[in-house]
């Protein structure tokens, strides 16, 4: 079964700090993916980023940056010099590969998120 | 383009009360599910279509029906609301069949309490 652990109920730094949010997964597939998404205090969910499993190559958008490992079955996700707009919870989540086949749908399943709050 | 459309946004029901949360979208996606979430748990897959006429229970289906006529629409029923059901619930689409799963766009969220 597939699962993903967000041990970070909530995180709170003060704004220019650099903040690490964990995800661990567990997965029996070869092949699977790997996404973030933030959901701002408006409510919507925003999609930040997806990685595959055979690309373990960290990420770096602008002040975001994504660590993949497999050894440890970790997708780290830092923000460096907080902003109070990060302020938002951050979901991660896991899909097998799309394989009719085997019946995977590709469904995604989400961590219990960390809520970021960044004070001014 | 509207992308993925929920109606309502807000809702109340009484225990035992019936009501379809309504999902449309116009990206063409075979793909939709419904997820709901709940404080601390966070989102959790209701039910899913991978096209018109083809529906599949999630992880939380009890208490809930889905039909999939088009492929724009992907309505969600509850058949009779119970205070468990009191959630915010999400309706997502994205392109179908493809091996690597593109990102779900999500809708605003429809807010359920019941009483």
């Known amino acids: 079964a597939q699962k993903v652990t967000q041990a970070q109920t909530e995180i709170s730094v003060v704004e220019k700090e650099d903040v690490t949010l964990d995800c661990v997964y567990e997965?029996?597939?070869?092949?699977?993916?790997l996404f973030w998404y933030k959901q701002p205090p408006s409510g919507e969910l925003v999609f930040l980023i997806r990685r595959n499993s055979f690309d373990e190559q960290n990420e770096i958008s602008g002040r975001y940056s994504w660590n993949f490992q497999k050894s440890t079955s970790s997708f780290n996700f830092t923000i460096t010099a907080s902003q109070v707009v990060d302020s938002a919870v951050y979901f991660c989540a896991l899909s097998e590969a799309y394989n009719p086949r085997k019946g995977s749908q590709g469904n995604l399943i989400f961590g219990k998120g960390t809520k970021l709050s960044v004070k001014p | 383009n509207a992308g993925v459309t929920q109606t309502p946004k807000f809702q109340v029901l009484k225990t035992g009360q019936s009501m379809t949360l309504q999902c449309a979208q116009d990206?063409?996606?075979?793909?939709m599910s419904w997820y709901r979430q709940d404080p601390g748990m966070g989102l959790r897959l209701i039910h899913y279509s991978v096209g018109a006429g083809i529906t599949d229970q999630g992880e939380v289906p009890n208490g809930y029906n889905v039909s999939r006529s088009t492929t724009e629409d992907f309505p969600l029923r509850l058949l009779s609301a119970a205070p468990s059901q009191t959630s915010v619930y999400f309706c997502?689409?994205?392109?179908?069949?493809?091996?690597?799963?593109?990102?779900?766009?999500f809708g605003n969220g429809t807010r359920l309490t019941v009483t």
């Open positions: 990206m063409n996606h075979e793909y």
């Open positions: 997965t029996r597939d070869t092949t699977y993916y």
């Open positions: 997502a689409s994205r392109i179908g069949t493809v091996r690597i799963p593109s990102p779900l766009h």
